[in-house]
């Protein structure tokens, strides 16, 4: 089937026609796990994609299918990276991940069935691998597609592996960009127009090459568009471009974001972070985060407190719409909500659930689900954005300073390799320039200095660029000389340590 751009869909949905509701409420998830295949498997590697793929992506998925049966439409954007796209479609991983859920069905089935979630678990455990053989046992690009063409969901896509785009040159960032885009029309048959930009970065004029490829919009945090004396919820055309941006509500989305101050950490819901180790389950409740003695998960307790957090978030979007109709009455009043796909199901056991209590519960409060397509059109103005992410400092730091300087460097000597290739007449322009590129992208991962820079499993991060580059300076010697492939590596290498004990001696 060829590719086709997606369009624009009417708002109107089970909830009624949106020029009647009370306001607008965007939900844009971004899901995204770097590629961890054949790298590592636990307690880091393969078993987040396994972990992901079940407590996440199978839930939510399935989820948004079903209130798409119910009526629903234009219930969210769905941001899917390409690398994870390719991970979900993988079949060693869907193999792996069978092997998985029947190893979760065991390890539930031993659960005392005194505990008060022995029930929970066990049933969940076997409806996630019913679900799975039923709608993802050839991956997950069926569910995808058919929430795309229903007008369930937008899909939003993006970049090839997730680099951190202020950091690549131009052409790289274009090559990323058109690979990733090209991805998902072979993948689902459509071609997004709108991406979730990684990391929400923003660098001045990079609107240019989202424009030269069909892009329209895009979400970015709501500094930086308060930086411009913007506001977030609002859409905004950058400079005299084609293309719209949206920033996301920082307060609204903290409720779900903030394990402090958000709903993830109320003391009902299941603890991340405390996993039993006789049955590798997590069989505890938050309780009081300073009492290191855990009580035990209660299901009921959990159900209870959905609901009550949902009613809490509508009411709080219903005082949101009423301040904005106060300030501004001449524009309608909405609000949109940016995270991570991973919190629901994942990081926080009961987020899927959350989720579609609030979407039922939507009509009777009289309030409207839109995309971020639609959030993102009839802009108020134009303005010129500065430089921006959504990490720390709402900056570029976490990307760019000394804990990963040595990252910055590797990953612009290899984008001149690879480039240099690029423009050469010599005969190293097929497999071996394939090849290259697949290094590339996989060592330009914003992922990797993330990692290192919030010490999250950073050991491992440093593992994976330094493997990647190093792959990629022996694709170099090797074009360059005639010696024996095993030599080349042995050079090769020998030169990387070179290079890295003078940048730790500077």
Request: glycine share 6%; charged share 20%; net charge negative.
């Amino acid at each position: 089937m060829p590719a086709s751009r997606v369009l624009a869909t009417d708002a109107t949905q089970i909830t009624g026609s949106a020029g009647d509701s009370l306001g607008d409420v965007c939900f844009v998830f971004h899901s995204h796990l770097p590629w961890v295949l054949g790298h590592g498997t636990w307690p880091v590697g393969e078993e987040w994609l396994y972990q992901a793929y079940a407590h996440s992506y199978i839930p939510l998925l399935t989820e948004l299918a079903d209130l798409e049966r119910e009526g629903f439409r234009n219930l969210a954007s769905l941001g899917i990276t390409p690398v994870l796209a390719a991970q979900l479609d993988n079949p060693i991983a869907l193999r792996n991940l069978d092997i998985w859920l029947n190893n979760w069905q065991l390890r539930a089935g031993e659960v005392p069935s005194s505990h008060p979630a022995f029930e929970h678990e066990r049933a969940l455990a076997q409806k996630t691998r019913l679900d799975f053989l039923q709608y993802f046992s050839r991956g997950a690009s069926p569910m995808i597609r058919r929430l795309h063409d229903s007008g369930a969901v937008e899909i939003l896509g993006g970049p090839l592996a997730h680099p951190f785009t202020p950091n690549l040159t131009p052409e790289i960032h274009d090559i990323a960009l058109a690979t990733g885009l090209d991805d998902a029309a072979r993948r689902w048959g459509f071609m997004p127009n709108g991406i979730w930009v990684p990391e929400c970065a923003y660098r001045p004029h990079q609107e240019g090459s989202y424009e030269k490829f069909g892009i329209t919009h895009f979400l970015i945090d709501e500094p930086a568009i308060r930086a411009v004396h913007g506001e977030p919820n609002v859409g905004y055309q950058i400079g005299d471009s084609r293309v719209n941006v949206v920033a996301r509500d920082a307060h609204a989305s903290d409720h779900l974001w903030s394990a402090q101050r958000g709903f993830p950490g109320n003391e009902n819901y299941r603890d991340f972070h405390d996993v039993d180790n006789e049955h590798g389950v997590r069989l505890s409740r938050v309780g009081n985060k300073a009492d290191a003695d855990k009580e035990p998960y209660d299901p009921e307790r959990a159900t209870i407190q959905v609901r009550s957090d949902a009613d809490t978030f509508i009411d709080s979007l219903v005082h949101a719409f009423d301040q904005q109709r106060s300030n501004n009455p001449h524009e309608r009043p909405r609000i949109v909500v940016g995270i991570d796909t991973e919190l629901l199901g994942h990081w926080w056991h009961e987020g899927v659930s959350w989720f579609s209590t609030v979407i039922r519960s939507l009509p009777s409060r009289n309030i409207s689900t839109i995309t971020l397509q639609q959030a993102s059109s009839n802009p108020r103005a134009s303005v010129q954005l500065g430089e921006s992410s959504w990490g720390e400092g709402k900056d570029w730091r976490i990307w760019t300073d000394d804990p990963v300087r040595d990252l910055v460097i590797m990953n612009h000597q290899a984008q001149g390799h690879v480039l240099a290739k690029i423009t050469s007449d010599s005969d190293t322009r097929g497999p071996s320039l394939n090849s290259d590129l697949n290094e590339l992208m996989l060592l330009l991962s914003s992922d990797w200095a993330f990692m290192i820079s919030r010490d999250s499993a950073a050991q491992y991060a440093r593992e994976r660029a330094i493997g990647h580059f190093q792959n990629l300076m022996i694709s170099k010697l090797r074009d360059a000389t005639d010696l024996p492939f095993p030599m080349v590596e042995t050079v090769a290498r020998a030169q990387f340590r070179m290079q890295e004990d003078e940048h730790t001696r500077n």
